[in-house]
Protein backbone atom coordinates (compact mmCIF):
# COMPACT_ATOMS: atom_id res chain seq x y z
CA UNK A 1 0.00 0.00 0.00
CA UNK A 2 1.68 3.39 -0.93
CA UNK A 3 0.06 6.71 0.55
CA UNK A 4 0.40 10.22 0.46
CA UNK A 5 -0.23 12.50 3.84
CA UNK A 6 -2.02 15.38 2.23
CA UNK A 7 -2.33 16.93 6.04
CA UNK A 8 -0.21 16.25 9.31
CA UNK A 9 -1.80 15.37 12.58
CA UNK A 10 -2.54 18.73 14.23
CA UNK A 11 -2.80 17.25 17.69
CA UNK A 12 -5.08 15.98 20.67
CA UNK A 13 -5.60 12.35 22.26
CA UNK A 14 -4.99 8.97 21.40
CA UNK A 15 -5.12 5.86 23.65
CA UNK A 16 -1.77 3.47 24.01
CA UNK A 17 -2.61 0.10 22.20
CA UNK A 18 -1.06 -3.24 24.05
CA UNK A 19 2.45 -3.33 24.45
CA UNK A 20 3.07 -6.02 21.78
CA UNK A 21 6.55 -7.28 24.04
CA UNK A 22 4.52 -7.90 27.22
CA UNK A 23 1.48 -9.59 24.81
CA UNK A 24 3.87 -12.21 23.73
CA UNK A 25 4.99 -12.86 27.51
CA UNK A 26 2.05 -13.17 28.92
CA UNK A 27 0.17 -15.49 26.32
CA UNK A 28 3.23 -17.97 25.92
CA UNK A 29 3.63 -18.71 30.07
CA UNK A 30 -0.61 -18.62 29.73
CA UNK A 31 0.18 -21.40 26.73
CA UNK A 32 2.93 -23.22 29.37
CA UNK A 33 0.73 -22.97 32.92
CA UNK A 34 -1.81 -25.77 34.73
CA UNK A 35 -5.18 -24.16 33.52
CA UNK A 36 -6.93 -21.44 31.83
CA UNK A 37 -6.20 -17.83 31.83
CA UNK A 38 -7.75 -14.83 30.01
CA UNK A 39 -5.08 -12.43 28.75
CA UNK A 40 -6.47 -9.14 28.63
CA UNK A 41 -5.39 -7.35 25.32
CA UNK A 42 -7.42 -5.47 23.45
CA UNK A 43 -4.94 -4.62 20.18
CA UNK A 44 -3.13 -7.75 18.58
CA UNK A 45 -0.70 -7.34 15.51
CA UNK A 46 0.62 -9.13 13.07
CA UNK A 47 3.71 -10.24 15.50
CA UNK A 48 1.39 -10.83 18.24
CA UNK A 49 -0.82 -13.41 16.32
CA UNK A 50 2.31 -15.02 14.96
CA UNK A 51 2.91 -16.08 18.41
CA UNK A 52 -1.05 -17.22 18.79
CA UNK A 53 -1.20 -18.86 15.61
CA UNK A 54 2.27 -20.90 16.87
CA UNK A 55 0.86 -21.86 20.63
CA UNK A 56 -2.35 -22.90 18.84
CA UNK A 57 0.06 -25.58 16.45
CA UNK A 58 1.96 -26.19 19.67
CA UNK A 59 -1.78 -27.84 20.99
CA UNK A 60 -3.00 -24.72 22.93
CA UNK A 61 -6.87 -23.34 22.57
CA UNK A 62 -6.62 -19.84 22.25
CA UNK A 63 -9.84 -18.37 21.69
CA UNK A 64 -9.96 -14.07 20.92
CA UNK A 65 -13.20 -12.45 21.78
CA UNK A 66 -12.95 -8.18 21.32
CA UNK A 67 -11.33 -7.56 25.06
CA UNK A 68 -8.72 -10.37 24.58
CA UNK A 69 -7.33 -14.16 24.85
CA UNK A 70 -8.72 -16.72 26.71
CA UNK A 71 -5.50 -19.23 26.71
CA UNK A 72 -5.77 -23.43 27.67
CA UNK A 73 -2.34 -24.73 28.04
CA UNK A 74 -0.20 -26.79 25.46
CA UNK A 75 -0.70 -30.47 26.38
CA UNK A 76 1.95 -32.79 26.04
CA UNK A 77 3.75 -32.12 22.38
CA UNK A 78 4.15 -35.83 21.44
CA UNK A 79 4.38 -35.60 17.34
CA UNK A 80 5.90 -33.51 14.87
CA UNK A 81 4.39 -29.70 14.97
CA UNK A 82 4.93 -26.79 12.39
CA UNK A 83 5.29 -23.33 13.63
CA UNK A 84 5.02 -20.31 11.37
CA UNK A 85 6.67 -17.65 12.85
CA UNK A 86 5.91 -15.23 10.11
CA UNK A 87 8.68 -12.10 10.57
CA UNK A 88 8.53 -11.91 14.10
CA UNK A 89 11.85 -12.29 15.88
CA UNK A 90 10.84 -12.31 19.72
CA UNK A 91 8.15 -15.30 18.56
CA UNK A 92 11.06 -17.43 16.94
CA UNK A 93 13.54 -17.06 19.91
CA UNK A 94 10.89 -17.36 22.77
CA UNK A 95 9.30 -20.24 21.13
CA UNK A 96 12.66 -22.42 19.48
CA UNK A 97 14.25 -23.27 23.28
CA UNK A 98 10.76 -23.83 24.67
CA UNK A 99 9.86 -26.20 22.24
CA UNK A 100 13.41 -27.98 23.26
CA UNK A 101 12.76 -27.89 26.58
CA UNK A 102 9.15 -29.67 25.44
CA UNK A 103 11.18 -32.32 23.50
CA UNK A 104 8.92 -31.52 20.56
CA UNK A 105 10.37 -31.75 16.71
CA UNK A 106 9.18 -28.57 15.46
CA UNK A 107 9.56 -26.88 11.89
CA UNK A 108 10.12 -23.23 11.90
CA UNK A 109 9.12 -21.30 8.86
CA UNK A 110 10.25 -17.78 8.84
CA UNK A 111 9.43 -14.89 6.53
CA UNK A 112 11.64 -11.42 5.48
CA UNK A 113 14.54 -11.18 7.12
CA UNK A 114 14.04 -12.92 10.37
CA UNK A 115 15.63 -16.34 8.86
CA UNK A 116 18.95 -13.80 8.38
CA UNK A 117 18.66 -12.88 11.90
CA UNK A 118 21.50 -13.46 14.65
CA UNK A 119 20.85 -16.79 16.06
CA UNK A 120 24.20 -18.61 16.13
CA UNK A 121 24.82 -18.22 19.97
CA UNK A 122 21.36 -19.45 21.55
CA UNK A 123 21.93 -22.20 18.48
CA UNK A 124 25.19 -23.21 20.05
CA UNK A 125 23.49 -23.69 23.76
CA UNK A 126 20.72 -25.84 22.77
CA UNK A 127 22.98 -28.25 20.60
CA UNK A 128 25.30 -28.75 23.37
CA UNK A 129 22.22 -29.79 25.96
CA UNK A 130 21.10 -32.18 23.61
CA UNK A 131 19.26 -30.55 20.98
CA UNK A 132 19.72 -31.35 17.25
CA UNK A 133 19.22 -28.15 14.81
CA UNK A 134 18.58 -28.54 11.19
CA UNK A 135 18.37 -25.67 8.34
CA UNK A 136 20.19 -23.30 10.35
CA UNK A 137 20.31 -19.63 8.24
CA UNK A 138 16.74 -21.02 5.55
CA UNK A 139 13.18 -21.61 6.69
CA UNK A 140 12.32 -23.98 8.12
CA UNK A 141 14.60 -24.57 11.07
CA UNK A 142 14.20 -27.98 12.75
CA UNK A 143 14.74 -28.45 15.95
CA UNK A 144 15.00 -31.99 17.48
CA UNK A 145 16.02 -34.04 21.04
CA UNK A 146 15.23 -33.41 24.48
CA UNK A 147 16.74 -30.24 26.19
CA UNK A 148 18.73 -30.40 29.36
CA UNK A 149 19.75 -28.23 32.10
CA UNK A 150 22.81 -27.07 33.16
CA UNK A 151 25.23 -24.24 32.81
CA UNK A 152 24.00 -21.82 29.61
CA UNK A 153 26.54 -19.26 28.23
CA UNK A 154 25.61 -16.43 26.29
CA UNK A 155 26.50 -12.75 25.10
CA UNK A 156 24.95 -10.34 26.52
CA UNK A 157 25.02 -7.96 23.59
CA UNK A 158 23.19 -9.36 20.96
CA UNK A 159 19.92 -10.17 21.54
CA UNK A 160 17.96 -10.36 25.04
CA UNK A 161 15.53 -12.24 23.38
CA UNK A 162 18.13 -15.11 23.57
CA UNK A 163 17.92 -14.51 27.33
CA UNK A 164 14.30 -14.59 27.72
CA UNK A 165 13.80 -17.57 25.53
CA UNK A 166 15.88 -19.73 27.96
CA UNK A 167 14.31 -18.07 30.89
CA UNK A 168 10.66 -19.21 29.14
CA UNK A 169 12.07 -22.92 29.02
CA UNK A 170 14.53 -23.71 31.62
CA UNK A 171 11.97 -23.82 34.40
CA UNK A 172 10.12 -26.50 32.50
CA UNK A 173 13.28 -29.07 33.08
CA UNK A 174 13.85 -31.02 35.88
CA UNK A 175 17.45 -30.03 36.83
CA UNK A 176 18.41 -26.82 37.77
CA UNK A 177 19.86 -24.36 35.28
CA UNK A 178 21.99 -21.24 35.99
CA UNK A 179 22.34 -18.74 32.64
CA UNK A 180 25.74 -16.84 32.54
CA UNK A 181 25.99 -13.76 30.11
CA UNK A 182 29.16 -12.81 29.18
CA UNK A 183 29.87 -8.71 28.33
CA UNK A 184 27.12 -5.62 29.50
CA UNK A 185 23.69 -7.13 29.03
CA UNK A 186 21.72 -4.53 26.24
CA UNK A 187 18.18 -4.44 26.35
CA UNK A 188 17.97 -5.58 29.86
CA UNK A 189 14.43 -3.89 30.90
CA UNK A 190 13.17 -6.44 27.76
CA UNK A 191 14.60 -9.51 30.42
CA UNK A 192 13.16 -7.49 33.35
CA UNK A 193 9.51 -7.68 31.58
CA UNK A 194 10.24 -11.52 31.03
CA UNK A 195 11.22 -11.73 35.04
CA UNK A 196 7.55 -9.91 35.34
CA UNK A 197 6.09 -12.05 33.13
CA UNK A 198 6.99 -14.97 34.98
CA UNK A 199 6.47 -14.10 38.56
CA UNK A 200 2.89 -13.73 37.47
CA UNK A 201 3.11 -17.55 36.61
CA UNK A 202 4.71 -18.34 39.92
CA UNK A 203 8.32 -18.89 38.09
CA UNK A 204 11.02 -17.93 40.42
CA UNK A 205 14.40 -16.74 38.79
CA UNK A 206 17.36 -15.59 40.93
CA UNK A 207 19.35 -12.70 39.44
CA UNK A 208 22.93 -11.61 40.30
CA UNK A 209 25.96 -9.53 38.21
CA UNK A 210 25.90 -11.18 34.97
CA UNK A 211 23.54 -14.54 36.28
CA UNK A 212 20.60 -16.02 36.32
CA UNK A 213 19.52 -19.09 38.12
CA UNK A 214 16.38 -20.86 37.69
CA UNK A 215 15.67 -24.35 39.55
CA UNK A 216 14.11 -27.08 37.52
CA UNK A 217 11.08 -28.65 38.27
CA UNK A 218 8.56 -25.58 38.46
CA UNK A 219 4.82 -25.57 37.90
CA UNK A 220 3.54 -22.46 35.50
CA UNK A 221 0.49 -21.47 37.36
CA UNK A 222 -2.63 -19.47 35.46
CA UNK A 223 -3.36 -16.19 37.82
CA UNK A 224 -7.18 -16.52 35.95
CA UNK A 225 -6.59 -12.99 34.51
CA UNK A 226 -3.78 -11.38 33.76
CA UNK A 227 -3.71 -7.45 31.65
CA UNK A 228 -1.56 -6.23 29.12
CA UNK A 229 -0.19 -2.50 29.85
CA UNK A 230 -0.10 0.03 27.30
CA UNK A 231 2.34 -0.14 24.74
CA UNK A 232 5.31 2.06 24.98
CA UNK A 233 7.26 1.54 22.54
CA UNK A 234 4.19 2.61 19.76
CA UNK A 235 2.82 5.54 21.97
CA UNK A 236 6.63 7.38 21.89
CA UNK A 237 5.49 8.07 17.60
CA UNK A 238 2.65 10.50 19.40
CA UNK A 239 4.50 11.61 21.72
CA UNK A 240 7.40 12.81 19.45
CA UNK A 241 4.69 14.30 17.12
CA UNK A 242 3.65 16.10 20.52
CA UNK A 243 7.39 17.42 20.71
CA UNK A 244 7.30 18.59 17.24
CA UNK A 245 3.84 19.53 16.34
CA UNK A 246 1.31 20.88 18.32
CA UNK A 247 1.08 19.04 21.21
CA UNK A 248 0.05 15.45 22.23
CA UNK A 249 -1.65 13.35 25.06
CA UNK A 250 -1.67 9.68 25.18
CA UNK A 251 -3.70 7.50 28.03
CA UNK A 252 -4.03 4.44 29.18
CA UNK A 253 -0.13 4.40 29.85
CA UNK A 254 1.49 2.73 33.00
CA UNK A 255 3.87 5.49 34.40
CA UNK A 256 5.54 2.67 37.14
CA UNK A 257 6.25 0.30 33.50
CA UNK A 258 9.68 -2.02 33.22
CA UNK A 259 9.51 -1.25 29.54
CA UNK A 260 12.49 0.01 28.49
CA UNK A 261 10.85 2.71 26.24
CA UNK A 262 9.34 4.69 28.79
CA UNK A 263 12.53 6.27 28.48
CA UNK A 264 10.93 8.40 25.48
CA UNK A 265 9.62 10.87 27.88
CA UNK A 266 12.94 11.57 29.78
CA UNK A 267 14.39 11.70 26.10
CA UNK A 268 12.32 14.24 25.07
CA UNK A 269 12.38 16.37 28.24
CA UNK A 270 16.09 16.76 28.10
CA UNK A 271 15.75 17.78 24.27
CA UNK A 272 13.34 20.55 25.71
CA UNK A 273 9.84 19.78 25.19
CA UNK A 274 7.68 20.06 27.84
CA UNK A 275 6.34 16.91 29.58
CA UNK A 276 2.94 16.91 31.98
CA UNK A 277 1.68 13.70 33.84
CA UNK A 278 -1.82 12.73 34.70
CA UNK A 279 -2.86 9.08 36.67
CA UNK A 280 -2.03 6.98 33.01
CA UNK A 281 -0.81 9.72 30.69
CA UNK A 282 1.29 11.55 28.93
CA UNK A 283 1.21 14.88 27.37
CA UNK A 284 4.00 16.27 25.57
CA UNK A 285 3.69 19.91 24.21
CA UNK A 286 6.46 21.40 21.74
CA UNK A 287 9.29 24.00 22.94
CA UNK A 288 12.56 25.22 21.96
CA UNK A 289 13.74 21.68 21.46
CA UNK A 290 18.06 21.70 21.30
CA UNK A 291 20.47 18.51 20.29
CA UNK A 292 21.21 15.83 22.57
CA UNK A 293 23.67 12.70 22.99
CA UNK A 294 21.50 9.83 23.14
CA UNK A 295 22.94 6.14 24.49
CA UNK A 296 20.64 3.77 22.63
CA UNK A 297 22.15 0.69 24.19
CA UNK A 298 18.53 -0.08 26.26
CA UNK A 299 16.08 1.61 24.10
CA UNK A 300 17.29 0.53 20.46
CA UNK A 301 13.42 1.09 18.88
CA UNK A 302 13.46 4.44 20.05
CA UNK A 303 15.66 5.54 17.78
CA UNK A 304 13.59 5.81 14.26
CA UNK A 305 11.61 8.18 16.21
CA UNK A 306 13.89 9.81 18.16
CA UNK A 307 15.96 11.02 15.19
CA UNK A 308 12.96 12.42 13.40
CA UNK A 309 12.89 15.13 16.50
CA UNK A 310 16.44 15.04 16.03
CA UNK A 311 16.03 16.13 12.60
CA UNK A 312 14.61 19.39 13.46
CA UNK A 313 16.00 20.22 16.77
CA UNK A 314 19.02 22.92 17.06
CA UNK A 315 22.54 21.80 17.11
CA UNK A 316 23.83 18.51 16.93
CA UNK A 317 21.87 15.31 18.47
CA UNK A 318 24.47 12.24 18.14
CA UNK A 319 22.97 8.78 18.48
CA UNK A 320 25.21 5.74 19.96
CA UNK A 321 25.28 1.92 20.86
CA UNK A 322 22.61 1.13 18.38
CA UNK A 323 24.56 -0.98 16.13
CA UNK A 324 22.22 -3.73 16.47
CA UNK A 325 19.56 -2.18 14.45
CA UNK A 326 21.29 -2.92 11.59
CA UNK A 327 20.07 -6.57 11.74
CA UNK A 328 16.28 -5.79 12.29
CA UNK A 329 13.33 -5.89 9.72
CA UNK A 330 16.00 -3.53 7.63
CA UNK A 331 18.89 -2.16 8.50
CA UNK A 332 17.37 0.52 10.32
CA UNK A 333 20.44 2.73 10.53
CA UNK A 334 20.33 2.86 6.99
CA UNK A 335 16.81 3.28 6.56
CA UNK A 336 16.75 5.74 8.96
CA UNK A 337 19.54 7.72 7.22
CA UNK A 338 17.90 7.31 3.90
CA UNK A 339 14.60 8.01 4.94
CA UNK A 340 14.98 11.22 6.64
CA UNK A 341 17.60 12.82 4.42
CA UNK A 342 14.93 11.81 1.50
CA UNK A 343 12.76 14.68 3.31
CA UNK A 344 15.56 16.91 3.60
CA UNK A 345 16.96 15.99 7.17
CA UNK A 346 20.91 16.74 7.58
CA UNK A 347 22.01 13.20 8.58
CA UNK A 348 25.63 10.84 8.79
CA UNK A 349 25.41 7.24 9.44
CA UNK A 350 28.38 5.96 11.88
CA UNK A 351 28.64 2.60 12.56
CA UNK A 352 27.11 2.14 15.25
CA UNK A 353 24.57 5.57 15.58
CA UNK A 354 23.96 8.23 13.46
CA UNK A 355 25.05 12.16 14.04
CA UNK A 356 21.65 14.33 13.11
CA UNK A 357 22.11 18.53 12.59
CA UNK A 358 18.81 19.74 12.88
CA UNK A 359 16.83 22.55 11.24
CA UNK A 360 13.75 24.71 11.06
CA UNK A 361 12.33 22.48 8.86
CA UNK A 362 12.34 19.44 6.21
CA UNK A 363 11.73 19.33 2.79
CA UNK A 364 9.05 16.09 2.57
CA UNK A 365 8.88 13.78 -0.42
CA UNK A 366 8.25 9.97 -1.62
CA UNK A 367 10.33 7.28 1.27
CA UNK A 368 9.85 3.79 1.15
CA UNK A 369 8.99 1.91 4.53
CA UNK A 370 11.45 -0.41 3.61
CA UNK A 371 9.10 -3.14 4.91
CA UNK A 372 9.87 -2.19 8.17
CA UNK A 373 7.01 -0.76 10.74
CA UNK A 374 8.96 1.66 12.58
CA UNK A 375 10.89 3.48 9.36
CA UNK A 376 6.83 3.48 8.09
CA UNK A 377 5.51 5.81 11.11
CA UNK A 378 8.49 7.61 11.56
CA UNK A 379 7.92 8.80 8.04
CA UNK A 380 4.68 9.83 8.64
CA UNK A 381 5.38 11.62 12.00
CA UNK A 382 7.97 13.82 10.31
CA UNK A 383 5.40 15.09 7.84
CA UNK A 384 4.68 17.36 10.68
CA UNK A 385 7.86 19.40 9.80
CA UNK A 386 7.65 18.92 6.18
CA UNK A 387 7.11 21.67 3.78
CA UNK A 388 5.60 19.70 0.87
CA UNK A 389 3.79 16.41 0.64
CA UNK A 390 5.21 13.07 2.57
CA UNK A 391 4.16 9.78 0.51
CA UNK A 392 5.32 6.27 2.09
CA UNK A 393 5.50 3.67 -0.21
CA UNK A 394 4.97 0.27 1.46
CA UNK A 395 3.11 1.76 4.61
CA UNK A 396 1.26 -1.30 5.26
CA UNK A 397 4.23 -2.08 7.14
CA UNK A 398 3.21 -0.56 10.48
CA UNK A 399 0.39 -4.05 10.72
CA UNK A 400 3.62 -5.56 12.21
CA UNK A 401 3.09 -3.61 15.25
CA UNK A 402 0.56 -1.25 15.39
CA UNK A 403 -2.36 -1.97 12.72
CA UNK A 404 -4.70 0.84 13.67
CA UNK A 405 -1.94 3.48 13.34
CA UNK A 406 -3.27 5.10 10.46
CA UNK A 407 -6.85 5.03 11.67
CA UNK A 408 -5.32 7.40 14.70
CA UNK A 409 -3.51 9.26 12.19
CA UNK A 410 -6.99 10.40 10.79
CA UNK A 411 -8.59 10.51 14.01
CA UNK A 412 -5.98 12.91 14.97
CA UNK A 413 -6.24 15.52 12.22
CA UNK A 414 -4.39 13.77 9.78
CA UNK A 415 -5.60 12.75 6.16
CA UNK A 416 -3.61 10.16 3.72
CA UNK A 417 -5.01 8.96 0.14
CA UNK A 418 -3.66 6.16 -1.15
CA UNK A 419 -2.47 4.80 -4.81
Known amino acids: MNITITKPPSGGTVKAIASKSQAHRLLICAALSDTETYVECAETSDDIDATVKCLQSLGADIRRDSDGFTVMPVPVADDKKTLDCGESGSTLRFLLP ?20 PMSPLLSELTAHGCTLDGVGGSPLICKGQLTSGEFNLPGNVSSQFISGLLFALPLLQGDSRINIHGKTESKPYIDMTLDALKIFGIEVESGDGYYAIKGGQKYCAPGI ?9 AAFWLCAGAIGRGMTVTGLNLSSNQGDMAVVRLLERFGAVVTYGNDCVTIEPAHLRGIRIDAEDTPDLVPILAAVASVAEGETVIYNAERLRIKESDRLRAVTETLCALGADITETQDG ?15 SFGDHRIAMTAAIASIRCNDLVAINGAEAVDKSYPGFWRDFTTLGGEVTEG
Do not use: Q, Y
Open 226 to 234: VSVEGDWSN
Open 354 to 368: LIINGKKSLRGGTVS
Open 98 to 117: ICCALGATVDFHMKGRLPER
